[in-house]
């Protein structure tokens, strides 16, 4: 399982780096019973894939497909933003943010959420953005013979199975297996909701409790998020 301590060391793990991180829960392709993340460096990825124009953060870099996908946002959670893939074929949400403690939280909330519920999970760590894949308890194994880990999710598909050998499945077979890899869209909408309804109810309980810890840890950016809340509500 992912702790929350663990979310804060695998974004922490990012900074200065070109490294990509990645989690696959049990039952979504995970090789051990045991935390454990894998990462690539983005320097190291296919030549095939896209490289970041000369204007982007991430300027002649590498990138996994996902991280061009066109994002909806959803929600809010104080400083970050919470959205779904709109035409990307496996579904997740999408936690975007600069602060890293804050992207974190909101991300291991829901990550924890998936946890309780036993729902397999994958997840991807890119710098200032987490996705978190919800996988399809009934279809782990897809029409390509595996089971898609993080990186296959994120649009770089590994196939072993001997009867793709020299004959690779066709874009709309992939786009077909991340996709019933996947939970459906409704399914995700559900679980936003149950998300939604548990961060803030919780949020607007102890806003009071969070300033009094940010400033007992002197975490600055915890502090300004939360007198700005007590501010705007008073």
């Known amino acids: 399982i992912l702790l929350k301590n663990d979310v804060l060391d695998l974004l922490a793990m990012l900074r200065n780096t070109d490294l990509v991180l990645w989690f696959n829960s049990l039952g979504a392709a995970a090789s051990l019973n045991g935390f454990h993340g894998q990462a690539a460096y983005r320097r190291d990825l296919p030549t095939s894939v896209r490289v970041a124009p ?19 946002q959803m929600a809010n959670v104080g400083s970050v ?33 998936l946890q309780e519920k036993n729902l397999p999970h994958n997840v991807l760590f890119v710098k200032g ?4 894949f919800v996988k399809n308890r009934d279809r782990l194994v897809t029409r390509l013979g595996i089971n898609p880990a993080a990186p296959e999710l994120a649009g770089i598909v590994t196939v072993s199975d001997p009867k793709w050998m020299g004959n690779p499945p066709s874009a709309d077979t992939i786009r077909e297996a991340l996709a019933e890899a996947t939970i459906s869209r409704t399914g995700l909408f559900a679980l936003l909701k149950e998300f939604r ?9 102890s806003i009071r409790g969070r300033l009094t810890e940010a400033f007992a840890s002197k975490k600055e950016s915890q502090i300004r998020r939360y007198l700005s809340q007590m501010i705007s509500e008073a």
């Open 54 to 72: 000369p204007k982007h953060p991430l300027a002649k870099q590498k990138r996994f497909p996902v991280e061009d996908a066109e994002v909806l």
């Open 81 to 113: 933003k919470i959205g779904t893939l709109k035409e990307w074929p496996a579904q997740a949400m999408v936690f975007t943010g600069d602060e890293e403690d804050v992207l974190a939280e909101a991300a291991y909330r829901y990550i924890n959420l």
């Open 129 to 132: 953005r987490v996705f978190v």
């Open 197 to 205: 309804n548990r961060y803030f109810a919780d949020e607007g309980t």
